[in-house]
């Protein structure tokens, strides 16, 4: 068992939250038990995981996917009553990590990702704001777009949509950036990379991609970034000798 103040300032100083401007707040969310025995973690704090971590006699919940968005309507009702009721009645604390979590060199999604990949990291596209967010790095061996593609479904469990830039080009290095990053790939095209891979697509990232050559992936939001929440989590479990457990609610998108 550890205070839940000493795990909050253990991430403070582990994530750096106050580097970056993020839409949510970073940190602690909702309050619950002052002493934590067990947290269940994921990427979203969805109703259906709240249930199992209801189910579990969780103490907290931690995610990448908090509440409190900015523009998000601002009145507790419907959805938000009921997450926000489950949480309280249970006395469950919300830990929230958004941009934190995607930019960590150790336990973040990019990072995470990379591994599961097996692509080999050499550095990000900058050292602040956006560029920061966008790793780049190489293929442990040049392949052809396609077998890529199906590297991506066979290690993620998903098939990714893929916008063929130049066919002709095998792809050797790559820039990616989990989740709904696909505006960032005019800073893959300027980089000069041969792919590009994050969670979601857009109309215009179709056109960038044909026009520029540079293949461009969307291996899903959800699928990219249910990593570096797992990772932190099993990290926390052997810093603090609590229980983590990592639950994956399946989701398309």
Not at 90 to 102: E, G, I, K, Q, T
Not at 110 to 123: F, H, K, P, R
Not at 198 to 224: C, L, N
Request: aromatic share 8%; glycine share 8%; hydrophobic share 40%.
């Amino acid at each position: 068992m550890v205070a839940l103040r000493e795990i909050l300032v253990y991430l403070e100083q582990l994530l750096q939250p106050n580097r970056f401007q993020d839409y949510c707040p970073n940190g602690l969310q909702v309050e619950g038990h002052e002493h934590i025995k067990h947290i269940v973690t994921g990427v979203t704090a969805s109703q259906a995981l709240l249930d199992v971590a209801v189910a579990q006699n969780a103490d907290a919940v931690l995610v990448h996917h908090g509440y409190f968005w900015k523009g998000e309507q601002l009145e507790i009702t419907g959805i938000k009553k009921r997450r926000l009721q489950t949480l309280l009645k249970n006395n469950m604390s919300l830990l929230a990590y958004h941009l934190p979590l995607d930019a960590h060199p150790v336990y973040g999604n990019n990072i995470q990702l990379a591994e599961v990949l097996d692509l080999c990291v050499t550095g990000s596209l900058g050292d602040e704001g956006p560029k920061e967010l966008i790793f780049s790095g190489e293929l442990a061996h040049a392949m052809e777009a396609e077998a890529f593609a199906q590297h991506i479904q066979k290690s993620l469990g998903r098939s990714p949509l893929h916008i063929p830039g130049d066919n002709n080009k095998p792809i050797k290095t790559i820039a990616w950036c989990t989740g709904g990053a696909q505006g960032f790939i005019e800073h893959a095209v300027t980089a000069g990379v041969d792919a590009y891979l994050t969670g979601e697509i857009s109309e215009q990232t179709v056109h960038i991609a044909r026009e520029s050559g540079v293949h461009f992936y969307a291996a899903g939001h959800h699928a990219t970034e249910r990593y570096g929440v797992k990772s932190l989590g099993e990290h926390l479990s052997q810093q603090f000798s609590i229980s983590c457990h990592f639950v994956d609610i399946e989701n398309p998108a």
